[in-house]
């Protein structure tokens, strides 16, 4: 009889072990949408950066990757580039009257890092 006993002990914990099951987690409208990418987001950084300080936006050309602007006398080049490890580098180039403002090119920098949460 014991062994009639842990075989029906054995049958219970088996039915019981078969009812656990792991579901994906329910979206009602499908997959929630994938943020911005890495590129997106320092584009989008670069560009508040540059108009954050004043900088007056001439050309944006995604494509090349670059960003034009001029306040007063100093003209400001943002480039970004993604690079072959899939990270993102952003340089910014000034150019034209900088005695007017030397310490722009840091300003900018600063807001580009506080707007990527650095």
Sequence with gaps: ???????????????????????????????????????DRAWNAAVGALQDQGVQIGNQDRGSGTIDGRRGGINMKARVLTQADGSVRVEFNASGAMSEDPGLPDRISRAYDARMGR
């Design 1 to 39: 009889m014991r062994f009639a006993a842990r075989y029906l002990a054995f049958f219970i914990a088996l039915v019981a072990l078969a009812g656990c099951v792991v579901y994906d987690p329910y979206y009602p409208y499908g997959a929630p949408p994938p943020g911005p990418s890495k590129f």
